[in-house]
């Protein structure tokens, strides 16, 4: 909730309060969580009403959200149960115990069996603790002050225990002061106005017919009215008066707009001159603050008074044929919107942004969280092409930036949008730089600038005409927008005056004015000029927080989309020429899940991605038109993206792919593709002859050669600008017919066999130490070190540092690493069990999301290092049992679940110290633990080969299930399980030594693959690799095996001979393989005789398997998404 509508509820309450309407007052306190009433919770404690102190103090905690907040709930639960015990009401304390008590056992057991034994005495009093419990009244009383202290201490209800001082009825001011304006705004303004109704807006009515003065001529000059019922206006409203540009400048731009692209990423060419209206209409009428945000001024009654200010429409400018013009709105009607889902896409990691091509609709751009940027032909379902994340020239860019890559060397897409005419596109990263490319019509991307654009991220991208020189509008977290020449890169304009970073830009232009709104994740809206004058406004959003801005497609409506940070969501269209909100959309949910993302389309409807589904408006109505949930399977803030002419909508998954949803015209025009798909490829399979280069819309089209392999670039072939344009070129464009797509990729599956060093790039990690088995091995999640748990208890760490040929710092077979160990020579080493050798326990690790610490045991108790000095910071659970597996929480770090060497789970909470709840299910030792936050499960897996599901929010068991042995095995299995979900957290990687299997959330068994030809050894290790595409899977012979992560088919098969020097004698293999958290291609090798080896592909191959394997999306996979989370920025995720 924003902190304007919280100020509200305290307006309510001072309202109800003077009102008199007590148990309302006490309602809306509890249920808003803003005021705590120390005085009416005493007076409730002391009167006894124990139903009502737990209702009212369930508004503001629960009893699990912290120590004080327990120790708050036992108090009173036990002064409940004791004034039953005193009263002989037996029955009662019974019931108490059992009911309010016993959650409190598993905090501390020996306590609430003390408890308990109380029922078993004449009089509790005869417990030596209780012997001085006196009455009733005076034990409540003592409660009460202990009860305080808890309440003042506990963090939740800081803020909460004073009301806001401000003047009494300033709620009946606020409103007296908007009759006042309303009043002002009157067609008949009238000396003493009657006031009959705060439900509509106030007007005056003319006596007699006769003609009022014009306000202008008489703005409430005549008799003063009474005090308290017309009080002075003031600028109440969220938009204050500013300071007015030059005539010539604020004329135009707050004049009517002529059309534009449909995206706020976009401002087209200015078309022709045409005659801008006089400024002196609206300069002649000052402006006047508006209400707040979500008031709707715009009314009948005072629509006159917004068209004056307005100058002349002047004559509407074309630029597409699918464009209509705002009076045929009633030419649409909602089967006109894109809700039908007509095609999945896996994109293969998250999806934070995407556009349409501005000219071929059905050409999708694509932004993910790992840098990688696709081009989609939705109506073939083919990648025409894909870009991951490379700095092209880092000598080129700036000191911080590099620091950034050497510290974190992950990094997103905030944006990606096509230039103008499609001919160019521009992608802003969360780490200082954009990248442009170059589009030609074979559906190729050529590098054309990399600009070191913003400290920190770059938040938003856009294209702009001023001056008739094609320009890149950026804004990121630096507070600045920048304006950079499209051609050479040259830095035109710096744009400073924000105070937070720059969340968003919104280039247009009116007439011949262009400008460019902007908004800060402080909510401040602002407008620049292309000059060095400064922003000419400064208005605040609805939400004070994330917003994004867009027009209608003939660029007539301005509208913004935003989120607050208690995730309140604001859709609302502007009134410009005022600053002011002309409406506000409702339909949202109280608390959005994230920041909603929205778009607009055919001058008509607006769109917006909000609980699990997309829900559509009527521009020119608040409620919502209709919404879909897509068939299922969106997040909570899907993003969301209408092709130019609003046939198509493209929307992601929470399984980080995109749906498309068409409407009927979209779903004609992708049959129509893919027919002529099909009797194109048809044509082509028969006549098997190269075509001649055909001329396609945007220039000629490249020829295909009739031999080409499944992943040679067929895809490349220009898609048409329009259907009618598309429907000529058919029988000259060769396509891939999708009926033969099975059949060509069971062809292509040729899996590569290494056993050559020179085949890849291997490297074995320096060690003076002695050296032991490698039992566990993890990358930090900077990709620049790596970490080893021997079997002997001690750590190793290996950092890579920045040099000439490895300039990043990032791990590398090219470059070798440091043995690392802090300037004391300090070792990291494990506590180890009294009974037990170290090299017999199971060892366990995990490592903090922020590589600053690390959590390990080797047997012994479970230890905290600090990762920088290799102290121990802490210890905790001593055997018996000993810990044999560990698993952050994924939504609270200080929860640990703690697998155990008796079968048992336990699940620890680290900042108290306590075990929260004991989980049993297995009969053998824990062996692996995966936490799914999407599906809000835990899967474990154990020494029994048995895989079970619990539930993170009670830690109730839901499944469990042996997994399956393979064809022919004449037992259940038994032995070492270790789980890994998939990106997408929907898909399970289950590794035993006969098998690797991919299951799904309900447990069942996908598709499996147990060792055979080639790779008959037993598995020793498997991983994902962390675009979630590949499995990287180790051999007890020393063999690995990387497999595709959807149809487990072998891409590549390597050597022990490839890796290992040839004096090796002892057949060493690896133990435990670790997958780069950044690099797809790169993982890691923990081996049998202490070695840790890093691998990568060779310089000749970019990827495992070669153009076997995945290539531009030739390969199914299951859709994932980064592995590693990057550290977020100021500003938050788009």
């Known amino acids: 909730m924003s902190s304007l509508s919280r100020e509200l509820v305290f307006l309510i309450l001072q309202f109800l309060d003077e009102e008199k309407f007590k148990e309302t007052v006490h309602k809306l306190e509890q249920e808003s969580g803003f005021f705590f009433n120390m005085k009416y919770f005493e007076d409730q404690v002391q009167a006894g009403e124990w139903e009502e102190v737990e209702r009212y103090l369930s508004g503001f905690t629960k009893v699990e959200d912290n120590r004080y907040s327990m120790k708050i709930f036992f108090e009173i639960r036990k002064q409940k149960y004791l004034e039953a015990l005193d009263r002989q009401d037996r029955a009662k304390a019974v019931e108490i115990l059992v009911k309010d008590l016993k959650v409190f056992a598993s905090f501390n057991e020996d306590l609430f069996k003390e408890i308990t034994q109380l029922l078993t005495l004449d009089n509790f009093r005869q417990n030596e603790q209780l012997s001085k419990y006196g009455d009733t009244k005076s034990a409540r009383n003592i409660m009460l002050v202990e009860l305080k202290k808890l309440i003042e201490a506990n963090p939740l209800f800081r803020d909460k225990l004073t009301f806001p001082a401000f003047k009494a009825s300033r709620l009946r001011t606020l409103i007296n002061q908007s009759l006042n304006w309303q009043h002002q705004l009157c067609k008949n303004p009238r000396p003493n106005p009657d006031i009959k109704t705060l439900f509509t807006d106030h007007t005056c009515s003319s006596s007699n017919g006769a ?22 206006l003031g600028a109440h409203g969220p938009f204050q008066p500013v300071v007015s540009p030059p005539p010539s400048a604020i004329a135009g731009w707050m004049s009517t707009a002529n059309q534009s692209m449909p995206h706020a990423a976009v401002a087209a060419a200015p078309p022709g001159l045409v005659q801008a209206p006089s400024p002196a209409a609206f300069l002649k009428h000052p402006r006047t603050p508006p209400g707040g945000p979500g ?6 009654d005072s629509e006159h008074l917004m068209k004056r200010l307005r100058p002349g429409q002047p004559d509407e400018v074309s630029f597409s044929a699918s464009t209509q013009p705002p009076n045929s709105n009633n030419m649409y009607s909602p089967d006109d919107l894109p809700k039908t889902v007509i095609r999945n896409l896996s994109q ?5 942004s995407m556009d349409f091509h501005p000219q071929q609709q059905t050409v999708l751009l694509v932004g993910t969280n790992v840098g990688d940027i696709s081009i989609w032909e939705v109506g073939s379902r083919e990648r025409l092409a894909l870009k991951t994340f490379k700095v092209w020239d880092i000598s080129a860019c700036s000191m911080p930036f590099q620091t950034t890559l050497v510290k974190d060397a992950t990094i997103s897409v905030n944006r990606c949008v096509w230039g103008p005419d499609g001919s160019i596109l521009g992608v802003a990263f969360s780490k200082h730089i954009v990248q442009i490319y170059t589009y030609n019509p074979a559906g190729e991307l050529r590098q054309h600038l990399e600009i070191d654009a913003h400290i920190g991220g770059v938040n938003d991208i856009a294209f702009a005409h001023p001056n008739k020189q094609l320009c890149i509008v950026t804004c990121g977290d630096d507070k600045t927008i920048k304006i950079w020449d499209a051609v050479a890169g040259r830095r035109l304009y710096t744009f400073e005056g924000h105070e937070a970073p720059v969340y968003s830009v919104c280039p247009h232009y009116k007439e011949n004015i262009q400008f460019i709104f902007s908004t800060a994740i402080d909510g401040k809206i602002k407008a620049w000029l292309y000059d060095s004058l400064g ?10 927080w994330c917003t994004t801005m867009a027009y209608s497609a003939d660029g007539t409506r301005l509208f913004s989309c935003g989120t607050s940070k208690e995730g309140e969501s604001h859709l609302v269209e502007w009134n410009e020429s005022e600053g002011a909100i002309k409406r506000t959309y409702s339909g949202f949910r109280k608390r959005s899940l994230g920041v909603v993302q929205f778009d607009t389309t055919r001058n008509r409807f607006l769109a917006a991605g909000d609980e699990f589904q997309i829900k ?4 020119d109505n608040i409620n919502i038109l209709t919404y879909t949930d897509a068939d299922g399977g969106l997040p909570a803030s899907p993003r969301l993206r209408f092709n130019k002419e609003g046939s198509l909508l493209a929307v992601t998954t929470s399984e980080n792919g995109i749906k498309i949803l068409a409407n009927t015209g979209g779903q004609h025009m992708l049959r129509m593709l893919e027919s002529r798909a099909f009797d194109g490829a048809r044509a082509h399979a028969e006549a098997n002859v190269k075509p001649a280069i055909a001329a396609g819309p945007l220039g000629p089209i490249a020829s295909v050669s009739a031999s080409a392999s499944p992943f040679e670039r067929s895809d490349r072939i220009q898609q048409p600008m329009s259907l009618l344009a598309s429907m000529e070129s058919s029988r000259r464009t060769d396509v891939k017919p999708r009926i033969l797509e099975n059949t060509e990729k069971i062809k292509s599956w040729k899996s590569s066999d290494i056993s050559d060093a020179s085949q890849l790039k291997a490297l074995k990690l320096p060690d003076s130490l002695a050296p032991n088995k490698v039992v566990h091995l993890l990358y930090t999640n900077s990709g620049l070190a790596v970490l080893a748990l021997a079997s002997n208890a001690l750590h190793k760490l290996w950092k890579w540092q920045r040099n000439e040929r490895n300039p990043s710092g990032k791990s590398s077979a090219s470059s070798v690493p440091q043995l690392w160990q802090p300037n004391n020579g300090a070792l990291m080493s494990n506590d180890v069990s009294d009974s037990k050798a170290a090299e017999e326990s199971v060892a366990c690790i995990a490592l903090s999301k922020n590589d600053s610490y690390v959590m390990s045991a080797s047997g012994g108790k479970v230890s905290l290092f600090n990762m920088m000095t290799f102290k121990v910071m802490t210890t905790f659970m001593p055997p018996p049992p000993a810990a044999t597996y560990l698993a952050f929480h994924p939504q609270d770090n200080n929860i640990i679940a703690i697998g155990m060497e008796d079968s048992t789970i336990q699940i620890y909470n680290v900042r108290v110290d306590e075990v929260k709840t004991k989980l049993k299910g297995h009969q053998k030792r824990i062996s692996g633990l995966a936490f799914s936050q999407s599906l809000n499960i835990l899967v474990s897996s154990g020494a029994d080969a048995q895989l079970c599901m619990w539930s993170i929010d009670g830690w109730e068991k839901k499944k469990s299930r042996l997994i399956q042995p393979p064809p022919g095995h004449p037992s259940t299995l038994a032995g070492e399980t270790r789980v890994q979900f998939h990106n997408n957290q929907s898909h399970l990687l289950v590794v035993h030594e006969s098998q690797i299997a991919i299951y799904d959330a309900q447990l069942d068994c ?22 979630g595409l590949s499995i990287f899977t ?14 487990l088919n072998l891409w590549c098969r390597i050597a022990p001979s490839a890796y290992l020097s040839s004096a090796s004698n002892d057949n060493p293999f690896p133990v435990v393989i670790a997958a780069h958290p950044t690099d797809p291609n790169q993982f890691a090798l923990g081996m049998s005789d202490g070695a840790v080896h890093v691998i990568e592909p060779s310089d000749a191959e970019t990827k495992w398997g070669g153009s076997t394997s995945h290539e531009n999306g030739g390969m199914p996979s299951i859709p994932s998404s980064s592995a590693l989370n990057s550290q977020p920025s100021e500003t938050p995720s788009r």
């Open 1034 to 1047: 180790g051999f007890c012979d020393g063999a690995v095996g990387i497999f595709d992560s959807d149809s």
């Open 535 to 544: 922003s000419r406004v400064d208005y605040d959003s609805p939400g004070l």
């Open 295 to 300: 008031m709707d001024y715009q009314t009948a």
């Open 348 to 352: 293969g990691s998250n999806v934070m």
């Open 1006 to 1027: 996908l598709r499996s693959w147990y060792p055979r030809d080639s790779l008959s050894s037993a598995i020793s290790s498997a991983i994902y690799s962390c675009d």
């Open 616 to 619: 559509f408006w009527d521009m």
């Open 211 to 232: 003609r009022a003065p014009p306000p202008g001529n008489n703005p409430l000059a005549g008799p003063v009215p009474k005090p308290g019922v017309f009080p002075p």
